[in-house]
């Protein structure tokens, strides 16, 4: 089964009247940007979502069994994937891209709360850490206890480097390293070297 044209124009048209009404007394042009789900569009990622926050209207097309008549892919701006698997249908990919998205409208999260997460700076997020200071022989590190904010600072920015280098190292590829990463990064070198000459 396929997906025809008629019911899926009529969804769209419908959504985007409604929109451009909802907003026609703002006196400004109003942004709609459609997305249609699909494993054959481009793999969504944190900077997607942040374009996407900007706009005033999504609409998210969802296929279901075998997906659309080919003529409904050339009405979406675009085609996002969320990744090289196939799902039943488009609903949850269309809540990953919604979910994402609203989490960054404001109001939603504390101002600069969104900067040091995954993704946000092309890094891993450093570890978290909560109270007690030790669980079951597990120590938190001692810098984190220390209220140095600068020493933190730090250790922050060498952890999630470390995070990414050893999780997902192709995150760093074509980076412009900054100064501090690029010392940093010669500090993790050296004490590696020194770890590989003791064993
Ligand atoms: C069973 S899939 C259709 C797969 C299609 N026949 C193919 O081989 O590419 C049904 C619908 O689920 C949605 N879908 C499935 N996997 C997806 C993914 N990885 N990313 C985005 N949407 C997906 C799409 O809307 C798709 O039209």
């Excluded at 008629?6 to 907003?23: C, I, L």
């Excluded at 030790?134 to 995070?163: M, T, Y």
Aim: net charge negative; proline share 4%.
């Amino acid at each position: 089964m396929v997906l025809r044209c008629q019911p899926v124009a009529d969804a769209v048209e419908s959504v985007k009247r409604r929109g451009t009404e909802d907003r026609k007394d703002s006196g400004r042009k109003v942004s709609v940007r459609t997305i249609l789900l699909s494993p054959a569009g481009t793999v969504y990622d944190q900077k997607k979502a942040r374009e996407l926050a900007a706009q005033d209207h999504l609409i998210l097309i969802c296929g279901h069994y075998e997906g659309f008549d080919a003529r409904i892919y050339s009405w979406a701006d675009e085609l996002v994937s969320v990744g090289d698997y196939i799902l039943t249908g488009g609903e949850l990919p269309a809540m990953t891209v919604a979910d994402s998205v609203l989490r960054l409208l404001e109001g939603n999260l504390k101002e600069g709360g969104a900067g040091e997460e995954s993704f946000e700076n092309g890094l891993l997020e450093y570890p978290q850490y909560t109270k007690p200071a030790e669980f079951r022989g597990q120590k938190v590190p001692e810098v984190l206890l220390s209220g140095d904010h600068e020493a933190v600072r730090k250790w922050r920015l060498e952890a999630a480097l470390k995070e990414t280098m050893e999780r997902r190292p192709d995150l760093l590829e074509g980076r412009k390293f900054t100064e501090e990463e690029k010392a940093l990064l010669g500090e993790m070198e050296n004490q590696q070297d020194s770890r590989e000459q003791h064993q």
